[in-house]
């Protein structure tokens, strides 16, 4: 609009969220729970959005629930489907109605969203269906990143870690948002940590995998098996893409840090309307801290 030979820009309050995913049993119901209380605590009020059609336990209330639309039970009774092929019936159901998902969006008085995610892991390294509904999202101005639980326990054998790694790359390059892997319930670590070939440090910082190949039992897994996991690590090294953040959801300091990840993932730091200064600016910034502050903050509280 153009005013006494000026001209006067609409703004627009930015929109902000994260895409919980990971296998079942990861714990992403428990850590959508505890972040939003997190994030209300320290005067950022975010709504939990549940995609998960299959959700019965839900801990926290969901301002939006996709079982509204459609529960994978009424999936499976329509059309004779079992639990996975439900699942992935129902995500693209809500594709296809996306403006239903848009309109319970815009009815909320709230600039930040948690997504609480489906755990089948073929929603987020094959079918499209999710992809291309938050990739709807950030075309219409939301700023988003993917945040990617998997358990803390699968570092303690070799070829579960390696799965782990494969899984994590697969869902960086299919998603194609900014990423956060995450190992949760590291709490559990100290139970483990006499069992791990390597400190906690190699698993996060994903270091030179070679030494992990040679941890593992050929004789028991075989040749090929070996092999197989050679080809694996070759590709995630060669694409240097993944490392991991501890989190144990029940330590309010180690939700501070993985939040601190998100918002410069999805650069909420950079352009949200909370107060900023050169403190919270540098709260999310490499190289911020020394290497001894950065063990005692992400390593330490995990070992026994």
């Known amino acids: 609009m153009q005013r006494n030979g000026l001209v006067k820009l609409r703004t627009q309050t930015p929109l902000?969220?994260?895409?919980?995913?990971?296998?079942?049993?990861?714990?992403k119901t428990t850590y959508c729970h505890r972040m939003q209380q997190f994030l209300e605590k320290i005067g950022r009020k975010a709504v939990v959005v549940n995609l998960d059609p299959a959700?019965?336990?839900?801990?926290?209330?969901?301002?939006?629930?996709?079982?509204?639309?459609?529960?994978?039970?009424?999936?499976?009774?329509q059309f004779g489907l079992g639990p996975n092929g439900a699942l992935i019936y129902c995500v693209e159901f809500l594709e296809t109605n996306f403006q239903w998902l848009l309109d319970q969006l815009n009815s909320l008085d709230s600039k930040y969203f948690i997504f609480d995610c489906p755990g089948q892991v073929e929603l987020f390294t094959h079918n499209n269906a999710l992809k291309n509904i938050f990739t709807k999202l950030e075309q219409l101005g939301y700023h988003?990143?993917?945040?990617?639980?998997?358990?803390?326990?699968?570092?303690?054998?070799?070829?579960?870690?390696?799965?782990?790694?494969?899984?994590?790359?697969?869902?960086?390059?299919q998603m194609g948002l900014p990423h956060v892997n995450v190992l949760s319930k590291a709490d559990q670590l100290k139970e483990h940590d006499t069992k791990l070939p390597f400190n906690v440090e190699y698993y996060t910082e994903v270091l030179d995998l070679s030494y992990l190949l040679e941890c593992m039992d050929s004789s028991r897994m075989g040749k090929k098996f070996k092999q197989l996991n050679a080809a694996i690590v070759s590709m995630v090294e060669?694409?240097?893409?993944?490392?991991?953040?501890?989190?144990?959801?029940?330590?309010?300091?180690?939700?501070?840090?993985?939040?601190?990840?998100?918002?410069?993932?999805?650069?909420?730091?950079?352009g949200a309307g909370e107060e900023q200064n050169i403190n919270t600016l540098l709260a999310c910034a490499v190289g911020a801290e020394t290497e001894s502050e950065r063990m005692e903050q992400d390593i330490e509280p995990y070992l026994s």
């Open 16 to 27: 902000y969220g994260q895409l919980v995913i990971g296998p079942p049993g990861a714990g």
């Open 55 to 77: 959700n019965d336990n839900m801990e926290y209330t969901s301002a939006v629930d996709i079982m509204q639309l459609i529960t994978v039970q009424d999936a499976m009774e």
């Open 144 to 173: 988003l990143c993917t945040v990617h639980l998997v358990e803390s326990h699968y570092c303690v054998e070799p070829y579960k870690f390696i799965s782990c790694l494969l899984l994590s790359l697969h869902t960086m390059l």
């Open 238 to 270: 060669d694409y240097s893409l993944v490392s991991f953040l501890l989190l144990d959801t029940k330590r309010e300091k180690s939700l501070l840090r993985l939040k601190n990840a998100i918002d410069k993932a999805n650069g909420y730091v950079y």
